[in-house]
């Protein structure tokens, strides 16, 4: 029998997946653990009570995946959020962009490598 207080349209397993979310600007990031995760949302756990923006970047690591979150509930540390769409499979993307983001994460990778030699990486 379900709960009847259940309101989710797709189930969730549960997890302990860990997560990196973007919290503000100039790509500043925090991690946080998943606690449960469907198709269409999850439950996320903070390591504090930080203020969140009403969408954003959520990178679950070991999927390799990164999904816009938009906050539906909180609780303390407790984020409950549901995922926007995902662009339907065989969406075309431009060539010059996929050019583009090859380029930026050549130059990121760069970058990470110089602050690594100078002893500046976290």
Known sequence: MTDPRERRRDPRQRSLLGASIQVGPGESTTTCLVRNIGPAGAKLALNEAIPLPAA???????????????????????VGVSFAPEPAAGTT???????????????NAGLRGRLAAAGLDD
């Open 56 to 78: 954003f970047p959520v990178t679950i690591d070991v999927r390799r995946v990164t999904r816009t979150a938009n906050v539906v509930w909180r609780r303390g540390d407790a």
């Open 93 to 107: 993307i431009p060539l010059d962009l996929v050019r583009a983001l090859r380029a930026i994460r050549a130059e």
